[in-house]
């Protein structure tokens, strides 16, 4: 019996935690510090039927009161009377037509002094409401008004959402891998046991037949997960091409599937999907030919985690990636919840709807999660920081994938344009104004807030101002100018446009004309070039014009020297020779007038 985590101990371990998405502390307490005086039952009644609320329609959660923010016990100073109308909260002070989710609710006595204990789960069928119809849920260390509708639960899903939660008959701890789960349970608090850890986080509870196991335990810790979820597994299938073909023209180059329980599967999902984000090979800067990522680890990994943390795992199928030429699609069981839109997701704004709420919270909690909500948000981030194209998201009647592409956001005449100022350390931001100065184009101011996906005032000067101090970006037409044509076209005068982008006189090139190469490796890049001539002297900059279709360079380029001698000098080599590989050069000739031929420049 020594292993029953007494409520007492459990609550203490609470307070020590502190506030979190499932935690808050109320006090009791009102006025100064040197003064405090009993606050209003009623208020703290209003209180404890909001906290329950606002936990029952997001994820569970515990509620003290008289405990202070940080963890201070200050105790519930009230009569026995108005300590029991505060026990009765949970109903007297929800709408009438809600009944909570409730577990405890009950006094204990902590460091000398009384404070009241609520526990709540996770609702289910309801949605539940304060007296005056509000809808509130928890989100982080906040409650926040909540859309009715979005809360609303298809019956098709129940069966899922309580998957997690559902006790498993003839489990025992010996089925779970305890050295694991002691790890984890000295890290949660140093001393407490496996069984005290598992009914603490609420994996467990003890009962007179010994402890019960809920499936959340098997599928984060089970040592033989087959056992008890036969699909807990990742495939990641290599294709040739960009769709998977059946039959006799099946065209997966390779199919590698592992399994193990969720933390096992967190770490081989992530070991085994990790070479094929490098197959791209470059010339690196030790004159080696080494990998790199052709998508963002970070954007790969949440991607990842959201499919093991989030999947249905009452549908008998586990994770399938496909690796296709040009993109990542993770695939994962079970739909989109009905509370929740591919439009929200991709809104960016932190909603979040944990199907499986045990799991997601004891991975949130042992960092292997972000902040609920902002796994997608870091996908997109990312994925826009590396200047490639949006995530594309799917839900389908079993299944909800992730498809990340390795295409720029750019064209390929966009990228030879942005070529041109290679030699500046543009931000992203910068480049996106850039580009709407192609073909001498004039825009406006609106047209940079557009570009730039912001209507930060602050980001706007930072941005225009470092271009106008390069000299890239110029204005045409003043403030004033502006204005008038404003009042004559009655457009605001945000939209008129002021700004071109302007090509610096001196580009750093050293000399008028570059030299033309050609015979270069299809797997160099504009650096890996510059790196490789620099030998015979200072390279001011590299153009390899790319495909439009593919974004692949065509083998052919141009490069600027410093000065003319160490043009000639290399213009007399006429074949550069780097072991592996050679490459030719020759002298420039501009395209001529009407005619067309490989190896032009734009310019």
Not at 435 to 463: C, H
Not at 479 to 484: D, F, L
Not at 552 to 569: A, H, L, P, S
Request: charged residues 30%; contains cysteine.
């Amino acid at each position: 019996m020594s292993e029953i985590l007494a409520l007492q101990e459990r609550v203490k371990n609470t307070i020590q935690l502190g506030e979190s998405h499932f935690r808050e502390f109320k006090t009791a307490l009102e006025g100064k510090p040197e003064s405090k005086k009993p606050r209003l039952s009623k208020k703290i009644c209003e209180d404890i039927g909001e906290a329950l609320v606002s936990f029952a329609n997001a994820d569970g959660g515990e509620l003290l009161i008289g405990v202070e923010d940080d963890g201070t016990v200050t105790g519930v100073p009230h009569n026995e009377e108005d300590i029991q109308f505060m026990l009765n909260a949970f109903s007297s002070h929800v709408h009438a037509d809600s009944q909570l989710p409730m577990v405890h609710n009950t006094r204990l006595v902590i460091d000398g002094k009384v404070i009241l204990f609520f526990s709540v789960s996770k609702g289910i069928d309801d949605i539940y409401q304060l007296p005056d119809g509000r809808c509130v849920r928890r989100k982080d260390k906040a409650t926040v008004p909540a859309n009715f509708r979005r809360i609303i639960v298809e019956r098709q899903e129940v069966k899922s959402r309580e998957y997690d939660r559902q006790f498993v008959d003839n489990a025992t701890i010996a089925d779970l891998d305890i050295l694991f789960v002691q790890s984890m349970a000295d890290n949660y608090l140093r001393g407490i046991s496996v069984e005290k850890y598992l009914q603490q986080i609420g994996l467990a509870e003890y009962t007179v037949n010994g402890i019960k196991l809920r499936m959340a335990a098997l599928l984060l810790f089970a040592k033989d997960i087959q056992k008890w979820h036969p699909r807990s597994n990742f495939r990641i299938l290599k294709v040739a091409g960009t769709e998977l073909k059946p039959g006799g023209n099946y065209n997966a180059l390779s199919d590698e599937t592992v399994q193990g329980n969720i933390f096992e599967l967190l770490v081989r999902s992530w070991e085994a999907l990790r070479p094929f984000l490098a197959y791209k090979t470059e010339f690196g800067s030790d004159a080696k030919f080494e990998q790199k990522y052709i998508y963002p680890e970070g954007a790969c990994r949440e991607a990842l985690v959201n499919a093991i943390a989030h999947r249905d795992y009452t549908i008998q199928s586990g994770i399938d990636v496909f690796i296709f030429d040009d993109r990542m699609e993770i695939k994962s069981a079970g739909a989109l919840l009905s509370t929740l839109t591919i439009d929200g997701l991709t809104q960016l704004s932190g909603i979040h709807e944990s199907r499986n709420s045990l799991i997601a919270r004891i991975l949130r909690e042992n960092k292997f999660m972000r902040e609920l909500g902002e796994g997608m948000k870091r996908i997109f981030d990312l994925m826009e920081e590396h200047e490639l194209e949006k995530p594309v998201l799917k839900s389908e009647n079993n299944s909800f994938s992730v498809t990340l592409f390795h295409k720029s956001v750019y064209t390929p005449r966009q990228l030879q344009w942005l070529a041109i100022f290679d030699e500046y350390e543009l931000t992203n931001w910068q480049k996106k104004i850039i580009v709407l100065g192609m073909d001498d184009n004039p825009f406006s101011q609106k047209d940079i807030y557009d570009a730039m996906n912001t209507t930060d005032r602050n980001t706007y000067d930072t941005e225009v101002t470092g271009l106008r101090k390069m000299g890239i970006l110029i204005q045409f037409r003043t403030h004033g100018e502006a204005m008038k044509l404003s009042r004559q076209r009655k457009i605001p005068k945000q939209q008129v446009p002021r700004f071109k982008v302007h090509i610096p006189d001196n580009n750093s090139t050293g000399n008028d004309d570059p030299i033309h190469i050609s015979k270069v490796p299809l797997n160099l890049r504009e650096d890996d070039v510059k790196r490789l001539l620099s030998v015979y002297g200072k390279v001011t900059k590299v153009v390899l014009p790319k495909t439009p279709y593919d974004d692949r360079i065509q083998g052919y380029g141009f490069v600027w020297f410093e000065n003319d001698e160490v043009k000639y000098e290399v213009l007399n080599k006429k074949v550069l020779d780097f072991g592996a590989f050679s490459i030719r050069v020759n002298e420039y000739k501009p395209r001529l007038k009407g005619k067309r031929r490989e190896g032009s420049l734009i310019r």
